[in-house]
């Protein structure tokens, strides 16, 4: 636990090296891990989102909604696999899905009982979604669903929004750009601004393909949009006769039918991808009937691990049996209690830091007031942030680097006490820092 007596640093600069430090003694496998990785794996990881510096945490294994590393330091999970990890590490219907589906055999080569049964409950939850196709990741569904837009229209122009982020190629950084990206051609818009993304859409009438977008920027920083936003954008690219996307990879956990239930607003196609296919690997694309029959004879889409048995029998489980409505409504109200309490503290503690967020997700800023946008973060507030994760590493919560928190089912407001403490002593011991 922190103390404040333990954390003497007024600078920021000596604070984080003495975090650092600490971080490096508690995780000598980690350290060994890492460096054996850099050998064979760029930067020893095959997954930018979880390197960082002096080397990343590696876990041994997970139960409920608690991690072990190597080093058998112990955690509260609050990273959630980055919302894909809704269930947890251990369900035990998921997991007797999965040793049912492995006792029929792997790699079957045809087509299944299995994925009409998922396609029928996915199409049944997401009001927007007439019929469904499946692929193995969120980038994938999305870079498809841009691909059918431009068929669909014989466009090939695509709105995005500054700070979002579809996938590994399809990230639209708040300031500078990635040089990975998928080749469409892209114009970025300010998330939430209304005027500026409706005459965007007006002018590129006629080469306008799709508008993407997510209706919370999830790595951008859990920033929810205004529904009247969302409603103007829709509206706006129905007269411009292109296809609204909903990129729900992140958002369709906030109810049983996704961000577009709760919101009453409905896109063309909806992607979703992560926590979807109960923990294995999973995406999916949806939408209005006479769009995606464009797959029944003109469009080819093939993939060979799209239906595979693990994903649809972890996925029908998950999606029939454990993610139920009520689950999906607790979850939320579990998650905006949480940050209602945080925000209290942090307001109490007169510290310039807030949690940003919808439901079971949020992302801390260390900054005041309205947040519509995301912003370049100064030297300070990127320092602030680390040193945050850190100390929240010490006193047992993992969470991403970015400083977000997905909830997982087996997470309860008891566990949720652990959370609160930390964030406490953090601007208890941190007090000087964060005036
Ligand atoms: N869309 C959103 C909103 C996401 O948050 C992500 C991943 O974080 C993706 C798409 C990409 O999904 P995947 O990592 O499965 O490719």
Redesign the pocket.
Same mark, same amino acid.
């Given at each position: 636990m922190l103390q404040s007596t333990a954390r003497p640093n007024s600078s920021l600069d000596a604070a984080l090296l003495e975090a650092r430090e600490r971080y490096t003694a508690k995780r000598p496998k980690s350290a060994a891990l890492h460096s054996e990785a850099a050998k064979v794996l760029p930067g020893g990881n095959t997954r930018t989102v979880l390197a960082y510096t002096p080397f990343p945490t590696a876990m041994a294994r997970g139960e409920g909604c608690l991690l072990w590393d190597v080093d058998d330091n112990i955690y509260l999970d609050l990273c959630g696999e980055?919302?894909?990890g809704l269930f947890g590490h251990s369900d035990s219907r998921i997991q007797a899905a999965l040793r049912d589906a492995m006792a029929r055999g792997l790699s079957l080569a045809a087509v299944g009982e299995a994925e009409q049964r998922f396609a029928r409950i996915l199409c049944g939850r997401f009001p927007s979604i007439d019929m469904i196709r499946f692929t193995n990741? %969120?980038?994938?569904?999305?870079v498809i669903a841009l691909s059918v837009a431009q068929v669909v229209t014989g466009c090939s122009r695509i709105i995005a929004f500054r700070g979002g982020?579809?996938?590994?190629l399809?990230y639209y950084p708040a300031t500078g750009s990635n040089p990975i990206n998928a080749p469409f051609p892209v114009t970025l818009c300010d998330y939430n601004d209304i005027d500026g993304t409706v005459a965007a859409i007006r002018s590129a009438a006629g080469e306008l393909a799709a508008v993407i977008v997510?209706p919370m920027l999830?790595?951008g920083g859990c920033i929810a949009a205004n529904p009247l936003f969302l409603t103007a954008v829709a509206d706006a690219t129905r007269a411009a006769g292109a296809i609204l996307i909903f990129?729900e990879?992140?958002?369709s956990r906030m109810s049983a039918g996704g961000m577009q239930e709760r919101l009453g607003i409905l896109p063309d196609m909806t992607?979703l %991808?992560?926590y979807i296919g109960g923990g294995m690997s999973?995406?999916a694309f949806g939408g209005r009937h006479d769009i995606m029959e464009i797959f029944v004879s003109k469009v080819p889409h093939a993939g060979t691990f799209n239906n595979n048995v693990m994903s649809m029998a972890a996925g029908i489980t998950a999606m029939e049996e454990v993610f139920s409505a009520a689950a999906a409504a607790d979850l939320f109200a579990l998650g905006e209690g949480l940050r209602e309490q945080l925000n209290v503290i942090c307001e109490k503690a007169g510290a310039t830091l807030q949690f940003h967020g919808l439901g079971s997700l949020a992302t801390v800023h260390f900054r005041r007031g309205g947040i519509e946008r995301p912003y370049a973060s100064t030297p300070r507030e990127e320092a602030l942030k680390e040193l945050f994760f850190f100390d929240m590493l010490d006193a047992g919560i993992y969470l991403a680097r970015r400083g977000m928190t997905a909830l997982s089912l087996p997470t309860t407001k008891r566990d949720l006490v652990q959370f609160t403490t930390a964030v406490s002593d953090f601007l208890d011991g941190r007090a000087p820092l964060l005036r």
């Open positions: 980055y919302t894909a990741s %969120g980038t994938e569904a999305n982020y579809h996938g590994s399809l997510e999830g790595s990129d990879v992140m958002t992607t %991808g992560k999973f995406g």
